[in-house]
């Protein structure tokens, strides 16, 4: 079974400067996808960025950036140049490759809060 | 609205009591997931359609717990004799046979 882990439950940025959410996981899949997800509050949850593990480089998305260690089992997500609007609760998933059951194994998430 | 849709946005019912929850997918959509998410915790996976055909179910899903896609479009959750611990959000997702998932935003059970 695969498990991830979201060791900051919260964390808090100002405006414009750069934040880093951790995530690590643990799997013997050798092909999968990993994920960052990203709950407004109220909201539906949407996805910012994704990584393919068979992929060496690093997935980015505008201001959203990952560091993908796949021997450390790790996926960072950097955040720059904050905005109020990234404010929000922030999952890290983890997606098996498979013919069926592209289920998501979510961490416990978390809250960041960009300040003005 | 071409999102994942669901119904209602919130519930509050009485222990002991049948609720059924209502999504509609992205249209085309094939595949339908069913997540629970409760306080301060990431969602966790209860069952999986593709088509019309549920395909796989967590354990978390007791017997209490029956969800069904029939003709392949929308699904609908239904939970009988609701425990307190059922108080939670339950998220609906589609996705088109790839890798990404979209998701609805949810209906929030309250069971008192």
């Known amino acids: 079974a695969q498990t991830v882990t979201q060791s900051q439950p919260e964390m808090s940025v100002q405006e414009a400067e750069t934040v880093t959410l951790s995530c690590t996981y643990d799997?013997?899949?050798?092909?999968?996808?990993l994920f960052w997800y990203k709950q407004p509050p109220s909201r539906q949850m949407i996805l910012v960025i994704r990584?393919?593990?068979?992929?060496?480089q690093n997935a980015t998305e505008n201001r959203f950036s990952v560091n993908f260690q796949k021997a450390a089992k790790s996926f960072s997500l950097k955040i720059s140049d904050s905005q109020l609007g990234d404010t929000a609760m922030y999952f890290c998933a983890f997606m098996k490759r498979g013919e069926y059951g592209n289920k998501l194994v979510f961490g416990a998430g978390t809250i960041l809060r960009v300040k003005s | 609205d071409t999102g994942v849709s669901q119904d209602p946005r919130h519930k509050i019912t009485k222990r002991g009591q049948n609720v059924t929850f209502r999504c509609d997918p992205i249209s085309e959509h094939n595949r339908l997931y069913w997540y629970r998410q409760t306080l301060g915790q990431g969602p966790e996976f209860l069952t999986y359609?593709?088509?019309?055909?549920?395909?796989?179910k967590s354990r978390l899903l007791s017997d209490r717990f029956s969800a069904e896609r029939p003709k392949g479009s929308f699904s609908t959750l239904e939970i009988q004799r609701t425990e307190q611990g059922d108080s939670a959000m339950y998220l609906c997702?589609?996705?088109?046979?790839?890798?990404?998932?979209?998701f609805g935003q949810g209906t929030r059970l309250t069971v008192v």
């Open positions: 799997t013997s899949e050798s092909n999968y996808y």
């Open positions: 990584q393919e593990a068979y992929k060496q």
């Open positions: 359609f593709q088509n019309e055909a549920q395909l796989e």
């Open positions: 997702a589609s996705s088109l046979g790839g890798p990404v998932a979209f």
